[in-house]
């Protein structure tokens, strides 16, 4: 099977938005991903009044260490929950009067840890309607900096948030955390803002973010490990097939690529080298107990493939997932019932138990991109599977049907 083609990481793309926006100098960032949520981060910038160069394989950013060049502005934030967390706190670094506002769908999603976090730090934000929540507007005068205390058990977007913050406050950033999710989603912020020349410490569960800036680099993005999990998962449920994806290997960023890990437990082959990932089919897919706290965003991409498994799939300590674009928890269970497939819900886990062959059946999608990337992959096993919204994958991946069309007609001599 050739190698496929992923495009760049969403998280590692907005992260180095943020960085080269706030660095001092031209940064060139390489291959970044290209969807809506990444060009309505690109947008935010340059309505807040950042140059922002959009060519096809590279964009530029002039960086303006001491915030926007505007002094007031409206942002839209799209559907992105990383446009809508970071770019507030961006620009709080400024002096000026900012409005964010958001799709209803962003609009539902959860701000308050953070927007609390900031007001403790001095940041007039005020929001229009439930408290917590987008609209909300930034009367920017600087951040001084100082200890705060955070709870990112919701989201690690939060203390990424500040991190990216604390070189631009006046003193620096002591960030107390009392719970954390996805941690590895944090390890990326800390790996990055190295890059860009700040080192971040850490004394117990405390973050320590010294003031001083960031300077410019060129920084190439690794394809997006979230969006390579469909592509090895139809690899694990297809006997024989291989699929590998390069510049995803031993030194990639983003602690998504431990679901191949999954897929080896369940009995797949796993080779990941320095150059890249291949998973293999073996033709066995065994039942397991897994905890999904740390790669929640493939929590879906498993759920879709459990059941071709040989026996029972419980995933735990996913709570979170019940606060993403939708209810992620509750949208398996639903789509995978429809399928004709038992399925058992908690608080925080999942569990899908294999019986009769799945029968196919319009999968609704509630505008999570990774409902419809998941259940495209057990589409590849179930024929007469359909989408309501197929179009919502433009969030993170424009051309993933195409993608996948292209990768099941590989795969089809050995379903």
């Not at 040989?310 to 429809?338: F, H, M, Q, S, Y």
């Not at 057990?378 to 051309?399: E, H, M, N, Q, S």
């Amino acid at each position: 099977m050739p190698a496929v083609d992923i495009p760049g990481s969403k998280s590692i793309t907005a992260r180095a938005l943020f960085l080269a926006a706030a660095a001092d100098g031209v940064t060139t960032l390489v291959r970044p991903l290209r969807s809506d949520d990444t060009e309505g981060f690109a947008e935010g910038l340059v309505r807040l009044g950042y140059r922002v160069g959009r060519a096809p394989e590279a964009w530029q950013v002039d960086g303006r260490p001491q915030g926007p060049a505007v002094p007031e502005a409206e942002v839209y934030c799209r559907d992105g929950a990383t446009t809508a967390r970071f770019l507030p706190t961006l620009a709080a670094t400024g002096r000026g009067t900012y409005r964010f506002d958001a799709s209803p769908q962003m609009r539902r999603r959860p701000l308050l840890p953070l927007t609390r976090a900031l007001r403790d730090l001095g940041v007039d934000l005020r929001h229009e309607g439930a408290d917590g929540h987008h609209p909300l507007t930034v009367v920017a005068k600087g951040v001084e900096g100082g200890e705060v205390v955070l709870d990112a058990g919701q989201s690690s977007q939060y203390l990424t948030a500040l991190l990216l913050l604390g070189p631009l406050t006046r003193k620096g950033l002591r960030i107390r955390v009392t719970d954390l999710v996805s941690v590895p989603y944090v390890e990326i912020t800390i790996a990055m803002m190295r890059e860009f020349g700040v080192e971040v410490g850490r004394e117990g569960d405390v973050f320590v973010v010294p003031p001083g800036g960031y300077r410019a680099t060129t920084y190439a993005i690794e394809p997006d490990a979230s969006t390579a999990s469909y592509f090895f998962a139809a690899a694990a449920v297809t006997p024989g097939a291989e699929v590998t994806v390069p510049g995803l290997g031993t030194g990639a960023l983003q602690g998504d690529l431990g679901f191949v890990d999954v897929l080896r437990r369940m009995g797949a082959e796993v080779s990941v080298g320095a150059e890249g990932t291949t998973v293999r089919g073996t033709g066995e897919l065994r039942g397991l107990t897994v905890n999904m706290r740390d790669i929640s965003d493939t929590m879906p991409t498993l759920a879709a493939i459990a059941p071709f498994a040989d026996g029972p799939v419980r995933i735990e300590d996913v709570a979170n997932t019940r606060v993403k674009e939708c209810d992620r928890l509750e949208a398996c269970a639903e789509n995978l019932r429809r399928l004709g497939v038992e399925v058992g819900t908690g608080p925080d886990w999942i569990e899908i138990r294999p019986g009769a062959v799945p029968a196919g059946a319009e999968i609704k999608s509630y505008g999570d991109h990774r409902i419809v990337m998941s259940f495209a992959v057990t589409g590849l096993r179930v024929p007469g599977i359909a989408f309501d919204d197929p179009g919502c994958v433009r969030k993170t991946f424009p051309g993933f049907h195409e993608a996948f069309a292209e990768l099941g007609e590989g795969l089809g001599g050995r379903r």
